[in-house]
């Protein structure tokens, strides 16, 4: 197999003795598109960022493309591309001089593929960066990342502003990149119907621990809705062998909904056997997964 | 030609491979048709490049599609009876794994099953 792009082991970040990440261990492939989720203050950013080496890690350790996070060579991070939840553009520059004092930074600086993307995702080049709206920003400050022709490009929150015609676009850049299957993305977004489309991985970060770390579909396989309805009043536990993620109660106690994570179809039966209740099992999309998730 | 939701509960590679199976034997996809690329696909419905081949993949397994050298994936020739029998016995997997499960919690021995199995199948024929 080909080298990781980044590799996460054991990933920790504390501010001022409050954890916000703990034991965060993963790996990210060429090829992959890994679709970041997670609620406000969940540790998306600090996850991101600390895996970029913005600041050290409280413990364990990132590498990308093998090379500790913390002193990557230029030739590595030349090969990264990132766009910050909040852009740093300079409000007096054009588009086109933003992009140009940026590319002197790099060897190999795509201005062709910036000119055919800026003319497709239509960002005005020629106005002052200070004039432009949030979303032509945002564009912008993809435009900045793509340059270089990452490797990994990283995004935190890069969809929030566009349009759904912009977002379109942009998610099919982003499968353009992962076409190259050399080449992986990571992004954050709470657009979910986004991540749902073009994320073959999905990472839920809740309380910065990462909860699933796995395919896309497989998470779609794994947790199913599971509706308990019985003559009589329910136990207190329903007994699964996996606590499950959330679990509601009908007000007469006689039903329940319950979302369930890895049970296969013959704990299904034997519950419903063991009690003498009727259970349907239903498949959920990934909004709805998110949003039991954090029931 | 295919309708791929990707807010379903239902994965994406999963609807495509199930469209492309229905298709195929309904005969509306005759042997030899060529489906799109991996990336016309995934361009197309905007999902990553990854999904579709895993649908081509599992399709590709079942004998409903051949992978050419240099040539687009197509429509294999659906020979009824012997060729496709691995096909429809891997339809069967599922359920033979339930059944496997329930004969071990149940302390049932093979031979046990399998004699039940084949009386219920010797009721059919």
Not at chain 1, 21 to 39: A, N, Q, T
Not at chain 1, 150 to 173: G, I, K, T, Y
Not at chain 1, 239 to 252: N, Y
Not at chain 2, 49 to 66: D, N, R
């Amino acid at each position: 197999m080909s080298e990781a792009t980044v590799s996460i082991r054991d990933l920790g970040k504390s501010f001022g003795g409050r954890a916000v990440l703990s034991h965060i261990s993963s790996e990210v492939r060429p090829g992959d598109v890994v679709g970041v989720i997670g609620k406000n203050g969940a540790g998306k950013t600090t996850l991101l960022e600390t895996v970029l080496g913005f600041s050290p890690p409280s413990s364990g350790s990132a590498r990308i493309f093998g090379e500790d996070c913390l002193g990557m060579s230029a030739a590595v991070k030349a090969r990264i591309g990132f766009v910050p939840q909040q852009d740093e553009l300079l409000p007096t520059l054009n588009g086109r001089a933003q992009l140009s004092l940026t590319g002197s930074f790099y060897r190999h600086w795509d201005k062709a593929l910036l000119e055919r993307l800026a003319r497709e995702w239509e960002v005005p080049l020629d106005r002052r960066a200070s004039t432009l709206s949030g979303g032509e920003r945002q564009k912008l400050s993809t435009l900045l990342a793509l340059g270089n022709r990452p490797d990994l490009l990283v995004l935190d929150e890069p969809v929030a502003s566009l349009d759904p015609l912009a977002r379109r676009r942009f998610l099919q850049q982003l499968l353009e990149i992962a076409s190259d299957s050399s080449r992986a993305v990571i992004f954050s977004s709470h657009i979910v119907s986004d991540l749902e489309r073009v994320a073959n991985r999905i990472w839920i970060v809740r309380e910065g621990q990462l909860l699933w770390d796995g395919e896309t579909d497989a998470l779609k396989q794994s947790v199913r809705r599971l509706h308990v309805r019985a003559h009589h009043a329910l136990p207190a536990s329903l007994g699964f062998s996996r606590a499950p993620l959330s679990e509601r109660r009908g007000p007469d106690g006689r039903t329940a909904t319950v979302t369930v994570r890895d049970c296969s179809e013959q704990e299904v039966h034997a519950t419903a056997a063991r009690l003498q209740a009727d259970i349907e099992s239903e498949g959920l999309g990934l909004e709805d997964i998110f949003l039991e998730i954090h029931a | 030609m295919f309708i791929l939701d990707p807010h379903s509960s239902v994965p994406i590679y999963q609807q495509l491979v199930e469209q492309v199976r229905r298709l195929v034997v309904g005969g509306q996809l005759a042997a030899g048709t060529e489906l799109p690329s991996v990336r016309e696909m995934a361009q197309e419905h905007t999902v990553h490049p990854m999904t579709i081949s895993k649908a081509y993949s599992q399709l590709e397994a079942e004998g409903i599609l051949e992978r050419r050298r240099g040539k687009p994936m197509a429509v294999a020739e659906q020979k009824k009876g012997h060729s496709s029998r691995a096909a429809r016995l891997k339809q069967l997997e599922p359920q033979l794994e339930q059944l496997a499960l329930s004969a071990r919690q149940l302390e049932l021995s093979a031979e046990e099953v399998i004699e039940q199995l084949k009386k219920k199948l010797g009721d059919r024929s």
